[in-house]
């Protein structure tokens, strides 16, 4: 049997069949209107130190483009904001369009931004990523819009690395990155309980989605196309749409940090 993916015939309306959670109460992402988020005075700042040391290396996990970090310690970690205690940076990734008109997983009163940065923490209240994965409260991820605009020099250094890592399954060494470079000066953001947007669809993930996108050149965005799902040898699949699209929100408030 094929493992998950985004065609016809193993995408998200297909997940259901092996992770019946799909069409649970708390699934991701959602489409958020903003003149319905609420806004909560007692909602913190966001806090997120990271240290460009416990970056480690830059996979094609056959799904998306993914940055890990070391995670012994505390030292690239998230608090405030709308969780209590602190949690640690895992990994980043992105989801994205086969053109600029799509790629993003949330929306914002159906609008639909060309792609998705997802900064991934666990809850540090468990001994391990894997332990919190499953948790109600065990992940917390910031979730940050890309829009097309100049050239984010930011992204270069990730991108250089596309080359290396074009098929499914290539893995190299990437090192003193800082993921605080690809954050929008302005660090509103909407939240709610929600889930992975990628089986096995956990419900344990707090989101926490910026208001204020970053920019990426088209040019940018096309590299980002050249990626694979396809494992080398394989006939190549190029990995784009690597997005689930809405789903219902069924009675959850969406807060706002911001008026
Ligand atoms: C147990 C999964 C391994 S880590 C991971 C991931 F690989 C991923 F893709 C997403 S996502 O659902 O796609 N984006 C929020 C996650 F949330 C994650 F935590
Ligand atoms: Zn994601």
Known sequence: TMSWGYKPNNGPQKWVENFPIADGVRQSPIDIVPGQASY?????????????????DILNNGHSVQVTFADDTDSSRLTDGPISGLYRLKQFHFHWGASDDKGSEHTVAGTKYPAELHLVHWNTKYA????????????????????????????????????????KGKQTSFANFDPSTLL?????YWTYDGSLTTPPLYESVT??????????????????????????????DCMVNNYRPPQPLKGRTVRASFK
């Open 40 to 56: 909560d005075a007692g909602l913190k700042p966001l806090d997120l130190k990271y240290d460009p040391s416990t970056c480690l």
């Open 128 to 167: 391990s990523f894997s332990e919190a994965a499953s948790k109600p409260d065990g992940l917390a991820v910031v979730g940050v819009f890309l829009k097309i605009g100049g050239e984010n020099p930011n992204l270069q250094k990730l991108l250089k690395a596309f080359d290396t890592i074009k098929s």
């Open 184 to 188: 929008p000066g302005c660090l509103d």
């Open 207 to 236: 989101w926490i989605v910026c208001k204020e996108p970053i920019t990426a050149s088209s040019a940018q965005m096309a590299k980002f196309r050249t990626l694979l799902f396809s494992a080398d040898g394989a006939a190549p």
